[in-house]
Antibody, heavy 118, light 112 residues
Framework: QITLKESGPTLVKPTQTLTLTCTFS??????????VGWIRQPPGKALEWLAL???????RYRPSLKSRLTITKDTSKNQVVLTMTNVDPADTATYYC??????????WGQGTLVTVSS | QSALTQPASVSGSPGQSITISCTGT?????????VSWYQQHPGKAPKLMIY???NRPSGVSNRFSGSKSGNTASLTISGLQAEDEGDYYC????????????FGTGTKVTVL
């Protein structure tokens, strides 16, 4: 059974750096075609893909946010970390960690709501 | 960086069938058979309902079906039930180097 769980702060001040951790189980990032991604959803709005990392450390970022995002993995801990610098109230959203295999977002974490406010 | 276009809302009575469209371009929906659909209930994480245009994951009701024609993909829910109410999003892989993973604008399904 694949599970993913996001952890991190619920409240961040503008201009600060947000660090979110995804702890997963039930799969290996080393498996071909498997990746872990981050997707966010501002309140009342649509889903928005942010970043993706494969077992071979290949990474992809949403172009409009690329300068602010960093995704890393710790295979020994089964964790993926997303860092977002210089946050703004527009970054207020529920952030989801998601298992991706081939071309589908197969399993989702429960999500964590992050509010950016002073 | 454009999202795939979906109708904002679709409604139907119990037992009826409804169809949600998802319109993209020749760089995403039209180029690949990698369209997937997600159901989201209020306050919950999305759930994969259809992958690779028309395939259902294990455990998903056969009342859900998917198809594609040109640049438009569709999700049909037959025998509509109260539990089908929620938001639905399509997603596609894209050859665009600017945004390889794109989601739809979302559709709210209401069971009357």
């Amino acid at each position: 059974q694949i599970t993913l769980k996001e952890s991190g702060p619920t409240l961040v001040k503008p201009t600060q750096t947000l660090t979110l951790t995804c702890t997963f189980s039930g799969f290996s990032l080393s498996t071909s075609g498997v990746a872990v991604g981050w997707i966010r959803q501002p309140p009342g709005k649509a889903l928005e893909w942010l970043a993706l990392i494969y077992g071979d450390d290949n990474k992809r970022y949403r172009p409009s946010l690329k300068s602010r995002l960093t995704i890393t993995k710790d295979t020994s801990k089964n964790q993926v970390v997303l860092t977002m610098t210089n946050v703004d109230p527009a970054d207020t959203a529920t952030y989801y960690c998601v298992h991706r295999q081939f071309y589908n977002w197969n399993e989702w974490g429960q999500g964590t709501l992050v509010t950016v406010s002073s | 960086q454009s999202a795939l276009t979906q109708p904002a809302s679709v409604s139907g009575s119990p037992g009826q069938s409804i169809t949600i469209s998802c319109t993209g371009t020749s760089s995403d929906v039209g180029a690949y058979n990698y369209v997937s659909w997600y159901q989201q209930h209020p306050g919950k994480a999305p759930k994969l309902m259809i992958y690779d245009v028309s395939n259902r994951p294990s455990g998903v009701s056969n009342r859900f079906s998917g198809s594609k024609s040109g640049n438009t993909a569709s999700l049909t829910i037959s025998g509509l039930q109260a539990e089908d109410e929620g938001d639905y999003y399509c997603s596609s892989y894209s050859s665009s180097s600017t945004l390889p993973y794109v989601f739809g604008t979302g559709t709210k399904v209401t069971v009357l």
